[in-house]
């Protein structure tokens, strides 16, 4: 009796292995293929993935619409964010998708319904807002010129963080007040500028980033150990700007993303049009230049109140 249990036990197990390896597989399969165009995708899909096959313990061809409607379940119990979960199950399509266009026998993301959430709405941050951070930045030492570089240059460029993470000190020239990047989203490249007082900053930050350690990223993540000092991530960032605007008493939530809306409105409130926009923020279509002519709150109070 107890060998027949025993032979249940080891069975049980090695199915479970074999079913573990096999997702594996399975994922690193697309993730490699993935990586092939856009690296960072391949490494922001893999932690939800893995999420997908803890919570269905199914391979891609056994898999069935309702372990999706389980992992939808599990997100939403888990309190993730509206915008989280649509990524989640964009991914899950995808990943579905990548192995029907082979001709695996599989759950058709047709199946796989994406609930749309609403946009995220990100407030532009003013010329005065923007000066008053910069008044709480002293740069009496490397972090603190970093801080002040970082700011300086998300509101003068209105460079993506991500792009602004990528930069590295190759980039640079001392002499120059400007560099050429390649555009998250089209792959184009395209040259960013920003202001002589800034280039005073950057040609100092760069003299002291080079003392640091021979790592090519320009903006780095703090460490205990100079040697592994690590390129500066978008969260990092993003708390920094959240710590900056505590102290500025900033009451309006601003994100990264906020200075680059602040470029635009700062371009047409200095008499630019969205052509100029467009050009200074790397948009592949004037439509996305057109949409910063929009009002913001202050701007609809202030015509409101002239025509009453």
């Not at 960072?40 to 803890?54: D, G, Q, T």
């Not at 008053?132 to 003068?156: G, M, Y």
């Not at 505590?246 to 993303?257: E, S």
């Amino acid at each position: 009796m107890e060998d027949r249990y025993h032979k249940i036990i080891v069975s049980i197990v090695y199915q479970r292995w074999t079913l573990f390896f096999m997702q594996n597989v399975q994922v690193q399969e697309y993730l490699d293929w993935k990586a092939t165009y856009t690296r960072r995708a391949s490494i922001n899909y893999r932690p939800w993935l893995e999420k997908f096959i803890s919570c269905t313990e199914k391979d891609v061809e056994t898999t069935k619409v309702g372990d999706v409607v389980k992992y939808r379940n599990y997100l939403e119990d888990k309190n993730y964010q509206p915008k989280s979960i649509e990524l989640a199950m964009v991914i899950v399509k995808n990943y579905f998708y990548f192995w029907k266009l082979q001709g695996k026998k599989c759950l058709s993301p047709e199946l796989i319904r994406v609930q749309r959430t609403v946009a995220n709405s990100y407030q532009p941050i003013t010329f005065e807002e923007y000066t008053s951070i910069l008044s709480f930045i002293h740069p009496t030492d490397f972090w603190e010129l970093q801080k002040l570089v970082i700011i300086r240059l998300l509101f003068e460029t209105g460079v993506r963080v991500s792009e602004l993470c990528d930069l590295n000190i190759s980039d640079f020239d001392p002499v120059k007040s400007s560099t050429t990047i390649r555009t998250k989203k089209t792959a184009i490249m395209r040259t960013i500028f920003w202001s002589v007082e800034t280039n005073i900053f950057v040609k100092e930050f760069l003299a002291l980033r080079k003392e640091i350690n021979s790592t090519p990223a320009f903006f780095v993540g703090k460490s205990n150990a100079k040697s592994s000092t690590d390129r500066m991530t978008t969260r990092t960032i993003q708390r920094l700007i959240k710590e900056l605007c505590l102290k500025a008493k900033i009451d309006k939530k601003l994100t990264p993303h906020s200075f680059r809306h602040g470029r635009a409105h700062r371009i047409l409130d200095l008499g630019g049009n969205p052509k100029h926009v467009q050009a200074i923020l790397g948009h592949s279509s004037p439509l996305s230049s057109f949409t910063y002519m929009q009002w913001n709150d202050r701007e609809l109070a202030e015509a409101a109140n002239r025509f009453l």
